[in-house]
């Protein structure tokens, strides 16, 4: 078999999602400020989009942002001022640690506790890597 045979079967039998070039967005975060606090009225948008948990998310940020907070009445309350081009930069990081698949991009993919780890599973292209706890 010729090496152009071989890389179109391969085209052939891989899943349709890897073929896909849909562009997967953050919702940026929208808030004001009210006295000392920062009050994120989208958060739960941003977390759905996620399709992680509100806590690992809130957790993740609190400590990111070094700055006490929690959610309440739909809306993330941080205790101090805070920039929205840093709350984006920080979901964006969290984006890239806890959500995008290391090895193909895409962020198709779950945090499962696999002995006593937490592990990243792509279900796009299978990778499987070891992510830090919160």
């Given at each position: ?12 039998n891989?899943?349709k ?10 919702p ?19 977390v ?19 700055t ?21 930069q ?35 292209c ?9």
């Open positions: 078999m010729d090496y152009d045979a071989m890389l179109e079967r391969a085209f052939t891989m899943p999602a890897v073929l896909e070039k849909e562009r997967f967005e953050i940026r975060a929208r808030g004001h400020l009210e006295g000392n606090k920062t009050i994120i009225s989208n958060f739960p948008q941003i759905q989009a996620l399709r992680r948990p509100v806590e690992h998310v809130l957790k993740f940020l609190l400590k990111e942002l070094a006490p907070g929690d959610f309440r009445r739909g809306m993330l309350m941080l205790g101090s001022k805070v920039t929205a081009s840093r709350v984006n920080k979901i964006r990081e969290y984006a890239e640690e806890f959500v995008f698949c290391q090895s193909c991009g895409k962020p198709d993919t779950d945090i499962k506790t696999e002995g006593g780890l937490n592990v990243l599973s792509c279900s796009v299978g990778n499987r890597q070891v992510v830090k706890t919160l």
